[in-house]
């Protein structure tokens, strides 16, 4: 049994003080961040490092600028994909994986993902899914390439698409949506908190698992940290 914490933190915010006390209350063993600051070198702190001995994150490692995985588990290997020409008109996803080590002969891929968003003007367009929907294809056939080979998969991030849009089926095909599984309520995790404090909107980041990987356990946890987006958290078990 493992845990996984995702959380879209929002580039702009010194998360420090937020973050740590988030970990240290959750225990999870794995650690997936998006809209991390480049600038912000929180994850090479004392604290930081006591607990969680494994880390991809910028500026000690060759990652994507916006996205940190924290883990327990010695990282064995890592890389990123390419999703497109990485223009201001047409932007890649941020994606970066790692093969953990869980110990007793077992390995897990994890895949952080953060696809662009389907709302901007460009070309007088402000609502253009076909470039975030082709990167939610490439998401799911990447960690298909890894299923292929019978690894276990585990693909968290804010993703960028609802569950009521035709992205979703492209993104979970063949994958276990652990809310669905496991969670209860709305699972909710996205809203314009400036606007409206109270509740999230929209379901947008998710924690997706290859079929030998059983969701027991997902959590919405939606307190105020100086981000639009609620933490997600869920633990797993290994077939």
Request: proline residues 6%; hydrophobic residues 40%; contains cysteine.
């Amino acid at each position: 049994m493992t845990s996984v914490l995702s959380w879209n933190m929002e580039v702009g915010h010194s998360h420090d003080a937020l973050l740590l006390p988030l970990l240290k209350e959750k225990h999870p063993a794995i650690v997936a961040l998006e809209e991390v600051d480049p600038g912000d070198t929180f994850t090479q702190s004392p604290d930081f490092k006591r607990l969680y001995a494994y880390q991809l994150a910028q500026p000690t490692t060759n990652v994507p600028y916006n996205l940190a995985l924290l883990s327990i588990y010695p990282i064995i290997e890592y890389g990123t994909l390419k999703t497109g020409d990485d223009t201001w008109a047409e932007p890649q996803a941020q994606v970066l994986w790692a093969r953990l080590d869980l110990g007793s002969g077992q390995r897990l891929v994890v895949i952080i993902g953060h696809p662009v968003s389907s709302i901007h003007a460009v070309a007088n367009c402000y609502f253009c899914s076909e470039r975030r929907d082709g990167q939610l294809r490439s998401l799911n056939a990447f960690a298909h390439s890894f299923m292929f080979h019978g690894e276990a998969v585990l693909l968290a991030g804010d993703m960028n698409v609802t569950d009521r849009e035709p992205g979703y089926a492209s993104l979970t095909a063949s994958l276990q949506d652990a809310f669905q599984l496991a969670g209860t309520g709305s699972g909710h995790t996205w809203g314009f908190h400036r606007l409206n404090p109270y509740w999230p909107m929209l379901r947008i980041d998710y924690l997706l698992a290859s079929p030998r990987v059983h969701p027991t356990t997902f959590d919405v946890d939606c307190a105020p940290r100086a981000s639009d987006h609620c933490v997600i958290w869920g633990q797993f078990g290994l077939l």
